[in-house]
C-alpha cells in the first residue's frame, strides 16, 4: 500500500528539493510529484496576497494529480498560507514550521533559539509564535534574523566561498550576541550552508526539511526502510521555468539529477481573485 502513495511536494523554486531529498532518505519507495515555481521565484520579498495565491496553485495543480499529501517544502508559504494550502489541497498537508518547531524546543538547553529565514518568513513572525504557544519552559526567548543574501549564495554554490563566511558572521552576530544556543534553518536553501554555520557558530542546527520528513512517516506510519532503494526514486519533476544552471544547482539540493522536467504553468489553476 505505502508503495502506490503519492506524496505531492511544492516549493517557489529550486531551495524545496532539499526537502524532497530528505523524504527520499526517509520514504524511498514512495510516488514523489515535485512542483517548482521557478518562473516566479522568490516569494520571500512578495505580498501575503500574492504568495497566498501561487500556493494555491502549487496545491491545485497537486491535487488534480491525485496526490494523497501534500508537503508545503517551501518556509515563506508555510509561514503565510498554510491554511490555503491545506483548504484548496483536501489532502494531509505538512508544513515547515511545526516540525522544526518541536525539534528546536527539544534540542534548546538555554532557552534561547534563533530563527533565520527571508523576509516574509521572518516578518509573518510564524516561527516566533509557534515557538512560544508550544514552549511548556518559563523564559523561552525566541531571536529572528532574515538572511535574504544566503539565497544566493546557495543557489550560486558559494558553499565555502570567503564571502559566504563573511556574510554568515554579519547575519548571526545578533543572534550570538543573544546567547542562543539552537538555530532554526528557515528557509530551505540554508542548510546546504550547515558546514559554514557549524564553523562560525556552535550551535545546534535544525533542518526542518529533515524534521517534516519525519512528521510525513510518523502521519503514515511507515517505519524506516531496512532495505536501500536498489533503483532511482519514483520522482516527477514539475517547473514553471527551466534556466540554463538549473540542472547543476538541482544537483546540489538533491544529491542526484533531476529529470526529466516537465514545464508547466500555474496561473489558470486558480485564479487572481483568490
Same mark, same amino acid.
Given at each position: 500500500?505505502?508503495?502506490?502513495?503519492?506524496?505531492?511536494?511544492?516549493? *517557489?523554486?529550486?531551495? +524545496? /528539493?532539499? $526537502?524532497?531529498? @530528505?523524504?527520499?532518505?526517509? =520514504?524511498?519507495? %514512495?510516488?514523489?510529484?515535485?512542483?517548482?515555481?521557478?518562473?516566479?521565484?522568490?516569494?520571500?520579498?512578495?505580498?501575503?496576497?500574492?504568495?497566498?495565491?501561487?500556493?494555491?496553485?502549487?496545491?491545485?495543480?497537486?491535487?488534480?494529480?491525485?496526490?494523497?499529501?501534500?508537503?508545503?517544502?517551501?518556509?515563506?508559504?508555510?509561514?503565510?498560507?498554510?491554511?490555503?494550502?491545506?483548504?484548496?489541497?483536501?489532502?494531509?498537508?505538512?508544513?515547515?514550521?511545526?516540525?522544526?518547531?518541536?525539534?528546536?524546543?527539544?534540542?534548546?538547553?538555554?532557552?534561547?533559539?534563533?530563527?533565520?529565514?527571508?523576509?516574509?518568513?521572518?516578518?509573518?513572525?510564524?516561527?516566533?509564535?509557534?515557538?512560544?504557544?508550544? *514552549?511548556?519552559?518559563? +523564559? /523561552?526567548? $525566541?531571536?529572528? @534574523?532574515?538572511?535574504?543574501? =544566503?539565497?544566493? %549564495?546557495?543557489?550560486?554554490?558559494?558553499?565555502?566561498?570567503?564571502?559566504?563566511?563573511?556574510?554568515?558572521?554579519?547575519?548571526?552576530?545578533?543572534?550570538?550576541?543573544?546567547?542562543?544556543?539552537?538555530?532554526?534553518?528557515?528557509?530551505?536553501?540554508?542548510?546546504?550552508?550547515?558546514?559554514?554555520?557549524?564553523?562560525?557558530?556552535?550551535?545546534?542546527?535544525?533542518?526542518?526539511?529533515?524534521?517534516?520528513?519525519?512528521?510525513?512517516?510518523?502521519?503514515?506510519?511507515?517505519?524506516?526502510?531496512?532495505?536501500?532503494?536498489?533503483?532511482?526514486?519514483?520522482?516527477?519533476?514539475?517547473?514553471?521555468?527551466?534556466?540554463?544552471?538549473?540542472?547543476?544547482?538541482?544537483?546540489?539540493?538533491?544529491?542526484?539529477?533531476?529529470?526529466?522536467?516537465?514545464?508547466?504553468?500555474?496561473? @489558470?489553476?486558480?485564479?487572481?481573485?483568490?
Amino acid at each position: 500500500m505505502s508503495e502506490r502513495l503519492r506524496i505531492g511536494v511544492f516549493d *517557489s523554486g529550486i531551495g +524545496g /528539493l532539499s $526537502v524532497l531529498r @530528505h523524504l527520499v532518505a526517509v =520514504l524511498p519507495h %514512495l510516488h514523489y510529484l515535485y512542483v517548482g515555481d521557478t518562473a516566479r521565484v522568490p516569494y520571500g520579498n512578495k505580498s501575503a496576497d500574492t504568495i497566498a495565491l501561487y500556493a494555491a496553485q502549487s496545491a491545485a495543480f497537486l491535487r488534480n494529480r491525485g496526490v494523497d499529501m501534500v508537503v508545503v517544502a517551501c518556509n515563506t508559504v508555510s509561514a503565510t498560507s498554510l491554511p490555503v494550502v491545506e483548504a484548496v489541497a483536501q489532502v494531509p498537508v505538512v508544513g515547515m514550521i511545526e516540525p522544526a518547531v518541536r525539534a528546536a524546543l527539544e534540542a534548546t538547553r538555554t532557552n534561547r533559539i534563533g530563527v533565520i529565514g527571508t523576509r516574509a518568513t521572518i516578518e509573518s513572525q510564524a516561527y516566533e509564535l509557534a515557538l512560544y504557544a508550544h *514552549s511548556r519552559r518559563e +523564559g /523561552l526567548a $525566541v531571536f529572528s @534574523h532574515a538572511c535574504p543574501l =544566503l539565497v544566493a %549564495l546557495a543557489e550560486e554554490g558559494w558553499l565555502a566561498h570567503p564571502a559566504t563566511y563573511a556574510i554568515v558572521e554579519e547575519y548571526l552576530r545578533p543572534l550570538l550576541e543573544a546567547a542562543v544556543d539552537t538555530l532554526v534553518l528557515g528557509c530551505t536553501h540554508f542548510p546546504l550552508l550547515a558546514e559554514v554555520f557549524e564553523q562560525v557558530a556552535p550551535l545546534h542546527l535544525i533542518d526542518p526539511g529533515y524534521w517534516a520528513a519525519r512528521q510525513v512517516q510518523q502521519i503514515l506510519g511507515i517505519p524506516n526502510s531496512e532495505h536501500p532503494l536498489r533503483h532511482a526514486p519514483h520522482i516527477e519533476y514539475f517547473v514553471t521555468d527551466i534556466s540554463s544552471n538549473f540542472a547543476a544547482v538541482a544537483r546540489q539540493f538533491l544529491g542526484f539529477e533531476a529529470y526529466p522536467l516537465h514545464r508547466i504553468t500555474l496561473d @489558470h489553476l486558480v485564479p487572481s481573485t483568490l
